[in-house]
């Protein structure tokens, strides 16, 4: 069996994985997404080739998902970015039930049953607030870049309380805050227990249950990760180091290897 | 993929007499993908313009909504069985 690819374009980053004929993972390549959403697929899809040591032709089925999946013009197939994530969740811990994906511009729940098939799931209300976005924003406003989140709330020693999770309106509440003395760390903390508090909400509405596994950018914070295991008390999964933001990108590639395995048998 | 929107002045309780369960407010391109999702669960799927859920918002999201409310719709499902 050929090699096959998944590729996951999201609102703000571009993720493209190899798997290799075992189904094992062998390239990866990330890219900022920005407004050429084919240009930044094309180009994480040629990192992840160079990444594995594969040339394209190796490569025997290509599947797509997230925001921009139908931008991918080298893709097959394309799946819609739930059932990517539970496949890609399922493949790091089968026994996920419910899946919490944290990106850039969303917050998705969903629930799986036994044969990784999603029973429920449940998108955050209306529009971006409480996601990525505010975090970066919040960071921004106080010149701290992305890569700085993690570091920065870590070396927080009372998170402060956010009253809103409004990108927009991330400034302000930045600038109260600074106004009244509160430290960045404390700030940055606290954007991210404010996120926890909707996370809950959403995996309450989908009635979640047991094992969790966390994905997604915003998982790649250790403080969000351990308010969240806090409030979850247990059977909490996430992938490890920036695996966290592949998951995606892998549950397409793992569909991809279904799907030539399937047309091969058919030849 | 055709959107099922609907044009209806009913009330929430409404709907939800009628069976239907609000799901949650989404604008494309996640809009389609949604719908997709929500038929291939089983379920019926509705969408009506999000113009009276703008009136009730604060008013800080109010400013945010009024500019996008003609793409943005709430989903709204059912059991194909109800």
């Known amino acids: 069996m050929k090699c096959v690819a998944g590729l996951d374009v999201g609102s703000t980053y571009t993720k493209a994985t190899i798997l290799n004929s075992e189904g094992d993972l062998i390239g990866r390549a990330m890219r900022n997404t920005g407004f050429k959403l084919d240009e930044a697929a094309r180009k994480a899809f040629d990192v992840a080739l160079e990444d594995a040591g594969v040339s394209e032709s190796d490569i025997g089925y290509v599947i ?15 799946v819609t970015a739930l059932t990517a994530a539970a496949r890609g969740a399922h493949w790091f811990f089968p026994n996920s039930r419910t899946v919490l994906d944290i990106g ?39 010149d ?37 003395g509160s430290e960045p760390s ?61 998951v995606g990108a892998i549950g397409a590639a793992t569909l991809a290897r279904q799907r030539l395995a399937k047309v091969e048998a058919e030849e | 993929m055709k959107l099922p929107i609907v044009e209806s ?24 993908e949604m719908c997709e999702l929500f038929n291939s669960l089983g379920k019926e799927v509705m969408l009506v313009p999000t113009i009276q859920e703008v009136e009730e918002l604060d008013e800080a999201c109010k400013a945010c909504f009024e500019s996008t409310k003609e793409s943005t719709f709430t989903i709204w499902t059912r059991t194909n069985s109800d």
Request: proline share 2%; glycine share 8%; net charge negative.
């Open chain 1, 186 to 246: 404390d700030i940055m903390q606290g954007a991210m227990v404010s996120l926890v508090g909707r996370s809950l909400q959403l995996m309450r509405r989908i009635k979640m249950e047991p094992e969790y596994t966390l994905v997604g950018g915003i998982m790649r914070y250790p403080t969000m990760v351990q308010s969240l295991t806090a409030e979850l008390g247990g059977d909490v999964n996430v992938p490890e180091g920036d695996l966290v933001q592949f």
């Open chain 1, 144 to 180: 701290y870049s992305t890569e700085q989140i993690g570091a920065l709330a870590m070396s927080s020693k009372k998170e402060v309380e956010i009253s809103g999770v409004c990108a927009v309106f991330a400034e302000s509440e930045v600038i109260n805050q600074l106004s009244i």
């Open chain 1, 104 to 142: 850039g511009q969303t917050m998705k729940a969903t629930k799986l049953d036994d044969k990784i098939k999603v029973k429920s799931f449940r998108l955050n209300d209306k529009c971006a607030a409480g996601t990525g976005a505010f975090l970066e924003k919040t960071a921004r406003y106080m």
């Open chain 1, 64 to 78: 797509s998902t997230g925001y921009g999946r139908h931008r991918v013009d080298f893709r097959d197939v394309t």
């Open chain 2, 9 to 32: 002045d009913n009330t929430d309780a409404e709907f939800e007499n009628d069976g239907w369960r609000r799901q949650f407010v989404a604008s494309e391109p996640r809009l389609s």
